[in-house]
């Protein structure tokens, strides 16, 4: 059991050191791209993006993982669907409320971008 936990964990930080270390090549890549005042620009954007995804959360990215481990343990399929689907749905609302408090464009852009259809 400690091998696998620890085979495990050995997993998970060498995919986040790799997610660093391209993070750390695309960051370089857009400050050279952008320059100095563009990637200021950039990373206010960021950062701001960031603050506003977390307050969207509403804390259940911590609350979802308890509550399934429980219910889990319990052998509750129905409470796990449950959690699941109530997460989703509140943080998809939060979400779509937060960026359009925002003041971003409006929906029917994003999801043609996103979507590549009207």
Same mark, same amino acid.
């Given at each position: 059991?400690?091998?696998?936990?620890?085979?495990?964990?050995?997993?998970?930080?060498?995919?986040?050191? /790799? =997610?660093? +270390? %391209?993070?750390?090549?695309?960051?370089?890549?857009? #400050?050279?791209? @952008? $320059?100095?005042?563009?990637?200021?620009? /950039? =990373?206010? +954007? %960021?950062?701001?993006?960031?603050?506003?995804?977390? #307050?969207?959360? @509403? $804390?259940?990215?911590?609350?979802?993982?308890?509550?399934?481990?429980?219910?889990?343990?319990?052998?509750?399929?129905?409470?796990?669907?449950?959690?699941?689907?109530?997460?989703?749905?509140?943080?998809?609302?939060?979400?779509?409320?937060?960026?359009?408090?925002?003041?971003?464009?409006?929906?029917?852009?994003?999801?043609?971008?996103?979507?590549?259809?009207?």
């Amino acid at each position: 059991m400690i091998e696998r936990l620890l085979r495990r964990t050995g997993l998970v930080m060498l995919g986040t050191g /790799f =997610s660093k +270390g %391209l993070l750390l090549v695309l960051e370089l890549f857009i #400050a050279r791209a @952008l $320059g100095a005042a563009g990637y200021g620009a /950039f =990373s206010l +954007g %960021l950062a701001t993006l960031f603050v506003v995804a977390n #307050a969207a959360l @509403l $804390g259940l990215n911590f609350g979802v993982i308890q509550y399934l481990s429980v219910h889990q343990e319990e052998q509750r399929p129905d409470l796990v669907r449950g959690v699941l689907r109530t997460s989703l749905v509140v943080t998809a609302l939060t979400g779509v409320a937060a960026a359009q408090r925002s003041g971003s464009p409006p929906m029917s852009w994003r999801s043609t971008v996103v979507l590549m259809r009207p």
